[in-house]
């Protein structure tokens, strides 16, 4: 083994990522879009390299379903490249923080972070649809509020308004038994005018707060 390499046949848990839009993209939106594909443990970005931020992940299979389901996604303008590091298979050492041009640092550990990471127990992981950017987001984790209020949220963080709400009945699941987060009112879909748009939405709106609530977004396969 040795430092960065880990052990003999280890696979990567890190996902390098280019073409980032400066300025539009810090830590918090970056794990807002990778977050649907596995649990991310830290995120850095790159000072030499402008544009480029790395993505540890808690397991190599997350890092292959970000890889395959974002590469080329278009996220404000730029066409994102990703790539999983052959150099390293963990960040272990502390990279050089430094401002962003939002002013947030470059830096940011999520590991163990329960409340927003999606793939914590085997059950909690079977919910996540795994697909690549789509026009439609789905939201929950809300309570149930107005279509305004959805599409206020949207406005409010500077992103693309949906050009359609709609509330969907959770289901339970088969006995039951099982109570999921979004079982407990606002459930639905937000539709886009393209997939660049919904991109865009979920990385501003993911995770916000909603009348005390923290709204979850993913994208969904729904049609119109």
């Not at 009945?169 to 109570?179: L, N, Q, W």
Request: one cysteine or more.
């Amino acid at each position: 083994g040795g430092g960065d390499r880990g052990g003999w046949g280890e696979r990567s848990c890190v996902v390098v990522v280019h073409n980032l839009a400066q300025g539009e993209i810090n830590c918090d939106r970056l794990f807002n879009l990778v977050c649907q594909y596995g649990n991310v443990s830290k995120i850095f970005f790159m000072k030499t390299k402008p544009g480029c931020a790395m993505v540890e992940m808690t397991d190599h299979d997350g890092v292959q379903r970000a890889v395959a389901n974002l590469q080329g996604a278009v996220l404000f303008g730029n066409k994102v490249q990703m790539d999983i590091s052959k150099k390293h298979t963990r960040i272990t050492n502390a990279p050089l923080e430094f401002e962003l041009a939002d002013g947030s640092s470059s830096v940011k550990d999520y590991f163990g972070n329960n409340r927003l990471n999606r793939f914590n127990t085997p059950e909690m992981a079977k919910k996540n649809r795994i697909l690549a950017p789509t026009k439609v987001v789905h939201f929950y984790g809300i309570p149930r509020v107005s279509d305004q209020e959805i599409e206020d949220l949207f406005s409010e963080n500077c992103a693309p308004p949906p050009n359609k709400v709609k509330w969907v009945e959770s289901k339970s699941r088969e006995g039951g038994s099982v109570a999921r987060e979004d079982d407990r009112g606002g459930v639905g879909l937000a539709y886009f005018d393209s997939v660049e748009e919904a991109t865009e939405a979920l990385v501003l709106v993911n995770h916000r707060e909603l009348e005390g609530k923290t709204i979850k977004l993913c994208f969904s396969p729904a049609t119109y």
